[in-house]
């Protein structure tokens, strides 16, 4: 696995804070954030959860389409 330093320094903090709880829910997101781009780009989690922070928040009338 060729991962950053800071790759690794969240994912300890969040199982640190969440237990196999987060392990087993990012396995699952992990399954739809592969190839879902049509251009061939990579995914990145940082703009997923953006994305999803403003869906849920009050700007993006709190609810999912």
């Known amino acids: 696995m060729n991962y950053n330093q800071v790759t690794w320094h969240l994912a300890k903090v969040i199982l640190e804070q969440h237990g196999q709880h987060a392990m087993h829910g990012a396995r699952a997101v992990s399954e ?9 780009s990579d995914t990145t989690c ?4 953006r994305a999803m922070d ?5 700007e993006g ?5």
């Open 46 to 49: 940082l703009d997923v959860v």
């Open 54 to 58: 403003f869906l849920l928040s009050d």
């Open 32 to 40: 739809n954030l592969r190839d879902v781009r049509v251009d061939g």
């Open 61 to 65: 009338s709190g609810t999912v389409h």
